[in-house]
């Protein structure tokens, strides 16, 4: 049997406490296996390290001689421990993201990132477009997974994955109005995320020409609430592939003008040029391109 830290310990409390009962205690060990585990350390330095009688436990000569040394040892091991600890890249990062992608993408994908990188804890910032990218430029967040378009020096981007959009209206409001094309828009609302940004943009990218003359458009401020509508049959609108894929599957909406669908963009992993984590960040974009979206 080496002397390894656990031993010495057991041999230290035995000689201070003199009491191989609550030695044991303290170690959470029966008083036998407590008693086994110094007479194997006695019979391996070839010692006897207590005087002990019915009534009474002393240390020996050599166990008063061994005590400094094992005291000493501990001290030494747990400098060790502590310098170890101390030396680990502990670390964190914050992750802004929408928060329908937040749900379905990344909030599943956190398992997966701590178990590639156990010094690593990511957290989680919910916002929309413009509220992300302020928050990466002020420092608030270290970084965002968006498919926001920007046209700036200020910012990195590494892709992720392509962001398909689907043309989708409810059965109920279709066999009520069907929707052939830009004529058909008078007779239905437009339902998007916000003014600034519509997603609508990405049929029109597609078919180009003017804008369609909707009868009124209602903008939400997320996909969620704009998916909830269409669903209800309120109105139609252009929503990410993923996020309502299920939707067109069981047939909860229906998939128009399948022919000419709209133009795609890409989820980016963005932060601030010159963060102190840029290379950790380039690998965590690595890391999330193998997460399917869903």
């Not at 391996?44 to 020996?60: A, K, W």
């Not at 030494?76 to 993201?97: I, Q, V, Y």
């Not at 990132?113 to 992300?132: E, I, K, M, S």
């Not at 437009?190 to 519509?198: E, I, K, R």
């Amino acid at each position: 049997m080496s002397l390894d830290p656990d031993s010495l310990r057991c041999f230290e409390l035995a000689a201070t406490t003199l009491n191989f009962r609550e030695a044991a205690s303290r170690v959470h060990l029966s008083p036998a296996a407590f008693s086994d585990r110094v007479r194997r350390m006695e019979e391996e330095l070839g010692v006897r390290l207590f005087e002990r009688t019915t009534r009474s436990v002393r240390l020996s000569s050599a166990g008063a001689r061994l005590l400094p040394h094992a005291r000493q040892a501990l001290e030494a091991a747990e400098a060790m421990r502590r310098a170890a600890a101390r030396e680990r890249d502990t670390w964190s990062l914050t992750l802004g993201t929408r928060a329908e992608l937040g749900l379905s993408w990344l909030t599943p994908a956190l398992d997966r990132l701590d178990a590639n990188d156990p010094d690593r804890t990511v957290h989680l910032w919910v916002g929309d477009g413009p509220a992300l990218v302020e928050a990466v430029r002020l420092g608030r967040i270290d970084a965002m997974v968006s498919s926001f378009r920007m046209d700036t020096t200020d910012l990195v981007s590494e892709p992720l994955h392509e962001e398909a959009y689907r043309f989708v209206g409810s059965p109920a409001l279709l066999d009520r109005e069907p929707f052939r094309g830009p004529e058909s828009a008078p007779r239905h609302v437009l339902l998007d995320t916000q003014p600034a940004l519509p997603l609508f943009r990405y049929l029109l990218d597609r078919v180009g020409g003017p804008t369609w003359p909707f009868a009124s458009r209602r903008y939400l401020g997320g996909i969620g609430s704009v998916r909830a509508l269409v669903r209800a049959g309120k109105g139609v609108a252009v929503l990410p592939a993923y996020f309502v894929s299920d939707d067109i599957r069981r047939g909860e909406l229906v998939e128009l003008m399948p022919a000419t669908r709209p133009a795609s963009d890409e989820f980016r992993l963005t932060w601030r040029s010159g963060h102190p984590r840029g290379a950790q960040l380039a690998a965590l974009a690595d890391e999330l391109r193998a997460f399917p979206l869903q």
